[in-house]
């Protein structure tokens, strides 16, 4: 289960808009599951359809948390055009099987959709999302 407070969701949906018409990505950090801090990183591809996080960025970030004794809870990024659920290269790529991840479409843009999954070797989940105050 990810548990995300509503600002930061908000944030997330904000910037995704804002990226529009491009992919945004982003690492989610916290305890247990539980999210506390949101890192925004530069999707390195410019792309509308799939997106690099700055392995610069990714670093300093590992390091912060590592620091703060917090874990990579998430990593999130956006669908412009495409629905909320892992692309086939989302799956390729996702090398992380603890780590949550979660898609906000934009397909359509007055009603953003965000969900979250856990991809386990080329399987995909969905998983429950609470949103906190
Ligand atoms: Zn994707």
Redesign the pocket.
């Known amino acids: 289960m990810l548990k995300i407070p509503s600002q930061i969701l908000e944030a997330i949906i904000a910037r995704s808009q804002e990226g529009f018409p491009l ?1 945004v990505c982003g690492i989610l950090s916290g305890v247990d599951g539980l999210v506390l801090g949101h890192h925004p990183m530069t999707n390195m591809d410019a792309s509308n ?3 690099t996080m700055d392995p610069k960025e990714q670093f300093a970030v590992v390091k912060e948390l590592r620091r703060k004794g917090w874990d990579m809870v998430a990593i999130y ?1 956006s ?1 412009p055009e ?1 629905p909320a659920r ?2 086939e ?2 799956i390729r790529l996702a090398l992380t099987p603890h780590v949550s991840h979660l ?1 906000v479409s934009l397909m359509d843009r007055e009603a953003p959709v965000a969900k979250s999954f856990k991809i386990t070797d080329g399987v995909v989940e969905p998983e429950e999302m609470v949103v906190t105050e």
């Open positions: 992919e359809e799939h997106f990024h669908h495409s892992p692309s290269e989302d898609i």
